[in-house]
């Protein structure tokens, strides 16, 4: 079985403070993916980034950046200098390599960035 | 025109009622997935369509019946549901393959209400 721990229900910050999202994940399988996806008010889940779990490199995108610690079922993500835009419900997850994408979801973290 | 469309956004209906709710892609992906999103509880995966056929069900009741006539449009019947079935579906499409997976992009959404 898959499971995504986001122990983080909900994290306040002051604009340009920066902030870490936690994930940690637990899985049988060799190969997978894992995820993140951004939530805001309007619903739809917009993609940030899909990790192999053959590549452990981090990964920066902008003010983004991802740390997957292999040897510790962790994929955190740090936002640099938060922006009100910021504020949405961040969603971790993972996916067997099973020819689609199968998501197990964590339970997400709302991001509240206040000016 | 965004990649995934769900219509309707909102729709109420009542425990006798039978609606359907319909996802399309302008992706020119092979899979498309149904996903339930309810108050405090993870994002579930309810059922996926690989090249338009189902290849998973999550244990999901069957007054919940999808559909995929063609790759670009997935629906989800829906018959005598309960009030616990209120909850935010979300459609997602992706391009899979054998050897790896890719990213899923989600429709915004239709809010369920059942009364």
């Known amino acids: 079985a898959q499971k995504v721990t986001q122990a983080q229900t909900e994290i306040s910050v002051v604009e340009k403070e920066d902030v870490t999202l936690d994930c940690v994940y637990e899985?049988?399988?060799?190969?997978?993916?894992l995820f993140w996806y951004k939530q805001p008010p309007s619903g739809e889940l917009v993609f940030l980034i899909r990790r192999n779990s053959f590549d452990e490199q981090n990964e920066i995108s902008g003010r983004y950046s991802w740390n997957f610690q292999k040897s510790t079922s962790s994929f955190n993500f740090t936002i640099t200098a938060s922006q009100v835009v910021d504020s949405a419900v961040y969603f971790c997850?993972?996916?067997?390599?099973?020819?689609?994408?199968?998501?197990?979801f964590g339970k997400g973290t709302m991001l509240l960035v206040s000016p | 025109e965004t990649g995934v469309t769900q219509t309707p956004r909102h729709l109420v209906m009542g425990m006798t009622n039978k609606k359907s709710l319909k996802c399309e892609q302008h992706l020119g992906h092979n899979a498309m997935y149904w996903y339930k999103q309810s108050a405090k509880k993870p994002l579930e995966l309810m059922f996926v369509?690989?090249?338009?056929?189902?290849?998973e069900n999550n244990s999901v009741p069957s007054r919940f019946s999808p559909e995929c006539p063609n790759s670009s449009h997935l629906f989800l019947h829906l018959h005598t549901l309960q009030p616990e079935d209120s909850a935010l579906y979300l459609c997602?499409?992706?391009?899979?393959?054998?050897?790896?997976?890719?990213?899923?992009?989600f429709g915004q959404g239709t809010r369920l209400t059942v009364v």
């Open positions: 997602a499409s992706s391009q899979d393959r054998r050897g790896g997976i890719t990213e899923a992009f």
């Open positions: 369509y690989s090249l338009e056929e189902r290849v």
């Open positions: 899985t049988r399988d060799t190969t997978y993916y």
């Open positions: 997850a993972l996916s067997p390599n099973s020819g689609y994408s199968t998501l197990t």
